[in-house]
C-alpha cells in the first residue's frame, strides 16, 4: 500500500487526466462507485449527503445518483452557492436536479435547521464538503456544518479524507469531521500516519478509481504501509538439511545491576525468531543470574576480553545497548562495536542515548547499522523536540537516516522505518502492548532475521510486523500483553505467516 503527499497525488491525477486521457468526470464515476461499495447496502437505506462546489462535492452528488438508483431514501445538501462549481462537479448536480432528488442549499440559519433534521434522521451521512484542496482554516457556514455533523451523525463516511484534516500533515484546519470510515483514492494519504488521526478518519479504505500504474509509478516515491503479503514473500523456507550455523549467529550485547530483564527479553527475542545461536555478552555481576534464566541462549563476561572478541568475530549479527545504562562504558562500547567490519549491528535504548553529542561514531563506522529509536531517543540524538518530531515522523527518520547512512526504525503507533530512500510503515500493534521490555524483544527479532541473511531493512521490517503481528494476535483475548508473552508467540506468528 502507497503512501503518499497530496501534492503527488495532484500530479498522479493530473497526468492521468491530461497526458493518458482519462476524462477526469470517469475518475469521479469511479470514485463514487468506490464509496458505494463501501457501504453496507443491506442494512442502511437513508442517507443524508452533504457537499459543496468543488470535486469533493462532485463525488458527493454522484454517489447520491448511484443510492437513488439502488432505491434508497436520499436527502443532498449543498453547502454554498452553486456559482464556480467545478465543471464535472456541475454535471453530476444537474444530474440530481433533473431527477427532482430531494436537494437543498445551506446558507442560512434556517437552512441549519432542515440540515440537522436530516443528519437527525438518517442512518448515515456522507462528508463531501471539503478534500484534498484545503488550504485555510475553515469558517462561517462550514465550521458550523461540521459541528452539526459531529453532534448529531450516527454513522459518517467521508470521501478522499475527512473535511477539515491536512492529507500532509494530519493537522486539523479549524475543524473537522470525525468520520466513522474514510474512503480514500488510490493511495494512502501521509497525514493518515499522524497521532490522533484516527479519531477523524476512522476506519480507512484505500480505493483504486482506475488510474494506470504508469501514472503513479512517474511520480510515487518509495514510501509503502508494510502489508501480510510482502512478509510472506520476503520470509524465507527453511531447507531441510539446514542446521543451526545456517541460520545466523547472534551477539547480543545488553544488561547492567537492576537491568537484567532488558538483557533477557533482548536475548530470548533472537532465540525464539529463528537465530541458530545466540550469546549474550554481560558484565560478570549479572551472569550468574542471566545463566541461569536463559535455556538456549549462552552467556559471555564483556570483561573477558579475549572471549568478547572472539564472541565478535563469530557473529553475523550484534545487538547492543538494552538495560546497559547511559555512561563511558556503553560509549566505548558502541564505538567498538561499530568498528568491526562487516557485521549487522542493532542499536537500542541506551546504545543510542550515548550518541547524544556522540554522532560522529556513526560517520566512522565500519559496518551496517540498524537503530532502533522510541520518540524520545530520537529527540535526544536530533535535537529536535518531540512535538516537532511527532508531526514530522517520516523527515526526522528520513533524514537521519541519508545524513548517516544508517536504518531507522522509529518506533510508535505507525512505526517508521527508513533508510533514508525507502520509507517503510508497520501498522500492525496496538496499545495492549505498552509495557517494559518490548522494545527489547523487537530488538532480539530483528538482530536474528539480520543474523539470517536478510538484509537490514528487511530484517527491520520483518520483525517489526512479527512483533506488532504477535501482539495483535494475543490482544484478541489478553487485556495486557507483555513481553513475555510476545516471545512465547512468535514462532508461532512467523510460521503463520509463512503459510
Do not use: W
Not at 200 to 205: D, I, K, P, R
Not at 412 to 425: E, K, L, R, S
Request: with cysteine; hydrophobic share 40%; glycine share 10%.
Amino acid at each position: 500500500m502507497r503512501i503518499a503527499s497530496i501534492e503527488t497525488c495532484r500530479k498522479i491525477d493530473n497526468y492521468a487526466i491530461s497526458e493518458l486521457k482519462i476524462p477526469s468526470i470517469v475518475l469521479m464515476e469511479n470514485a463514487a462507485l468506490r464509496v458505494i461499495a463501501n457501504i453496507d447496502l443491506k442494512n442502511y437505506n437513508s442517507f443524508c449527503i452533504i457537499c459543496t462546489k468543488g470535486n469533493n462535492g462532485g463525488d458527493g452528488f454522484a454517489i447520491a445518483r448511484h443510492l437513488y438508483n439502488l432505491n434508497k431514501e436520499v436527502h443532498v445538501f449543498l453547502v454554498g452557492k452553486e456559482e464556480g462549481m467545478s465543471e464535472e462537479c456541475k454535471i453530476n448536480y444537474n444530474i440530481l436536479k433533473v431527477l427532482h432528488m430531494s436537494l437543498d442549499k445551506v446558507n442560512s440559519l434556517e437552512d441549519m435547521v432542515r440540515l440537522r433534521k436530516s443528519i437527525r434522521e438518517s442512518q448515515v451521512i456522507i462528508d463531501g464538503i471539503f478534500g484534498t484542496g484545503l488550504s485555510r482554516n475553515i469558517q462561517g457556514i462550514q465550521d458550523s456544518v461540521i459541528s452539526l455533523i459531529n453532534e448529531n451523525s450516527k454513522y459518517t463516511i467521508s470521501i478522499d479524507v475527512p473535511s477539515g484534516f491536512n492529507g500532509n500533515t494530519g493537522e486539523i484546519m479549524g475543524n473537522c469531521v470525525e468520520a466513522d470510515k474514510t474512503v480514500t483514492f488510490q493511495l494512502y494519504k501521509q497525514g493518515f500516519l499522524r497521532y490522533g488521526s484516527d479519531k477523524f478518519t476512522g476506519e480507512v479504505t484505500v480505493e483504486d478509481i482506475g488510474i494506470p500504474k504508469i501514472a503513479v509509478g512517474k511520480f510515487i516515491d518509495s514510501k509503502f504501509i508494510i502489508e501480510k503479503n510482502f512478509i510472506k514473500e520476503k520470509l524465507k523456507r527453511r531447507n531441510k538439511f539446514g542446521h543451526k550455523g545456517d541460520y545466523g549467529r547472534v551477539l547480543v550485547i545488553a544488561g547492567s545491576q537492576g537491568f537484567t530483564g532488558a538483557a533477557y527479553i533482548c536475548t530470548q527475542g533472537a532465540v525464539r525468531s529463528g537465530a541458530g545461536l545466540v550469546t549474550l555478552g554481560c558484565y560478570k555481576n549479572i551472569q550468574p543470574v542471566l545463566s541461569s534464566k536463559l535455556v538456549e541462549g549462552m552467556t559471555i563476561q564483556l570483561e573477558d576480553d579475549s572471549k568478547l572478541q572472539k564472541a565478535i568475530e563469530k557473529s553475523d549479527a550484534i545487538a547492543i545497548g538494552p538495560g546497559m545504562g547511559v555512561n563511558d562504558r556503553t560509549l566505548n562500547m558502541v564505538d567498538r562495536i561499530l568498528n568491526v567490519s562487516k557485521k549487522n549491528v542493532v542499536i537500542d535504548a541506551d546504545g543510542i542515548n550515548v550518541l547524544m553529542g556522540n554522532l560522529h561514531i556513526l560517520k566512522n563506522k565500519k559496518c551496517g547499522v540498524i537503530l532502533t529509536p522510541h520518540l524520545g531517543e530520537m529527540a535526544r540524538i536530533t535535537g529536535f523536540d518531540i512535538q516537532y518530531i511527532e508531526k514530522n515522523r517520516i523527515k526526522v527518520a528520513r533524514d537521519f537516516a541519508a545524513e548517516n547512512d544508517v536504518i531507522v526504525l522509529l518506533k510508535g503507533y505507525n512505526t517508521i522505518i527508513t533508510d533514508g530512500n525507502a520509507v517503510a510503515v508497520n501498522p500492525v500493534g496496538n496499545s495492549s502492548m505498552a509495557s517494559g521490555g518490548m522494545g527489547d524483544c523487537l530488538t532480539g527479532i530483528i538482530v536474528s532475521f539480520a543474523a539470517q541473511k536478510y538484509n537490514l531493512f528487511e530484517a527491520a521490517c520483518i520483525a517489526a510486523f512479527v512483533h506488532g503481528y504477535s501482539g495483535e494476535k494475543l490482544s484478541q483475548y489478553m487485556f495486557c500483553v507483555n513481553a513475555s508473552h510476545v516471545l512465547k508467540q512468535l514462532p508461532f506468528s512467523i510460521k503463520e505467516l509463512m503459510q
